[in-house]
């Protein structure tokens, strides 16, 4: 309990909403982002049943925890925080894989001064163009969760940096360079499917 | 430019590189400013160009094929049943 508590509040202060005004704001503010919790969490989870299982998850919380979520604040990005430390509580946790993301190597690595004379995978516009099918997604699904999640909450959902530290829980400066790292990452797998298929690698 | 023209990309008094610029100006994060000063400075800096060009085709793209559809009908059927359980 201590751990769902820290999961949702932000130590906000704590509201007293009635069981109809509860109702309103489920249904009002939260369900609407139904579709995009769904891919939230498939996108993190890689798998069907367990995204469902997630997101029902996150709108019981949601719903127990109801006077924590203050009306007229951003109800998606209070949602997406929940759901993002469900996955990391239950189910990060099970799984066996290490986090293999080394945050300092990252932030060293953006800081550095070679930044901008580090080797930019070649990939053009044009290749883009012909990457109609399943490319994208599995490029994005590819990629380390910690790294996927940036770019699903960045490019996909339009978060700002703002509210991505907060949905995060991590400094707007940890936003700014693993979002930077994922989109190399991703630039590196796309730059691979570009060459399979037959792109060839010049720099016109 | 300009050369009397401040950069406001400079802070904590160290300039922005042009990646973390175009970073910036393609998440919409920008100030009206750094958007002016983008603009000139991508005329004359070749690898801002082309990765502006390549970065927001990524960022469209990525947008347009990752969303995903409709989130499943029984899941949102369920959810819907749980919680009018718990509020009647």
């Given at each position: 309990m201590a751990e769902e508590t820290q999961e949702i509040s932000q130590d906000v202060p704590q509201a007293h909403y009635s069981e109809k005004e509860k109702e309103e704001i489920f249904?009002?503010?939260?369900?609407?982002h139904i579709n995009s919790m769904y891919n939230f969490g498939y996108r993190l989870t890689l798998d069907a049943d367990d995204a469902k299982d997630l997101v029902q998850d996150t709108y019981l919380k949601a719903y127990r925890f109801i006077n924590s979520f203050q009306k007229g604040t951003n109800a998606k990005a209070w949602l997406f925080r929940i759901l993002k430390n469900s996955f990391i509580n239950d189910y990060r946790k099970k799984?066996?894989?290490?986090?293999?993301?080394?945050y300092q190597e990252v932030e060293t690595y953006y800081n550095s001064e070679d930044v901008d004379r580090q080797i930019t995978p070649d990939l053009r516009v044009e290749a883009l163009k012909?990457?109609?099918?399943d490319e994208i997604s599995n490029a994005l699904n590819s990629l380390d969760v910690d790294f996927r999640t940036v770019i699903i909450l960045c490019?996909?959902?339009?978060?700002?940096y703002e509210e991505m530290a907060k949905i995060l829980d991590i400094p707007i400066g940890t936003v700014r360079s693993r979002l930077h790292r994922a989109r190399q990452l991703l630039k590196e797998k796309l730059s691979t499917y570009a060459k399979s298929m037959g792109y060839k690698n010049t720099n016109v | 430019m300009n050369p009397s023209t401040p950069n406001p990309f400079v802070t904590n008094g160290k300039k922005s590189t042009c990646l973390e610029m175009l970073q910036v100006i393609l998440d919409g994060e920008a100030t009206d400013e750094q958007k002016k000063y983008f603009k000139q400075h991508m005329d004359n800096c070749m690898p801002c160009f082309k990765g502006y060009e390549l970065d927001m085709a990524i960022k469209q793209l990525v947008k347009s094929k990752c969303?995903?559809?409709?989130?499943p009908a029984e899941l949102v059927e369920q959810i819907r049943i749980t919680i009018s359980q718990k509020i009647s």
């Open positions: 249904h009002g503010e939260f369900m609407p799984s066996k894989e290490p986090n293999k993301v080394d012909d990457m109609i099918g490019d996909l959902e339009g978060f700002k | 969303c995903g559809g409709d989130a």
